[in-house]
């Protein structure tokens, strides 16, 4: 299985980035999307199940970002808008094969048994 992630970069305040995730090596999965700030502890951003179901939002980025399933199979889109300086982090694509993203439970990391490397994204003026 691998998982690969794609999109960061650095941009000004009020930007947009598209992030994707390619996940190889499963017919299906949930896909989750995390993140770890300079010197914080790796956080949930998103996620979206492979079965169906409303995605899950971290609170700080409802209405700014919205993640879907891509195209092709088990691949999915992070997209961030407006983005904000707190925003700037390190983020990763998880995959579970096991499909457990629901709308009502924070997705933990320990779910995802399989990650990518990460792509960084920053914020700045």
């Known amino acids: 299985v691998q998982v690969e992630e794609s999109g960061g970069g650095l941009v000004l305040p009020g930007d947009s980035l598209r992030l994707s995730c390619t996940v190889s090596?499963?017919?299906?999965?949930?896909i989750g999307w995390f993140r770890q700030p300079p010197g914080q502890e790796r956080e949930a951003v998103s996620c979206i199940s492979g079965t169906g179901g409303t995605p899950w939002y971290r609170e700080s980025v409802k209405g700014r970002f919205t993640v879907s399933r891509g195209i092709a199979k088990n691949t999915a889109v992070l997209q961030m808008n407006n983005l904000k300086p707190d925003d700037t982090a390190v983020y990763y694509c998880?995959?579970?094969?096991?499909?457990?993203?629901?709308?009502?439970?924070?997705?933990?990391?320990?779910?995802?048994?399989?990650w990518g490397r990460g792509t960084q994204v920053t914020v700045s003026s």
């Open positions: 998880g995959a579970d094969p096991s499909n457990r993203c629901t709308v009502f439970f924070t997705p933990r990391p320990y779910e995802y048994g399989y």
């Open positions: 090596g499963l017919d299906s999965s949930a």
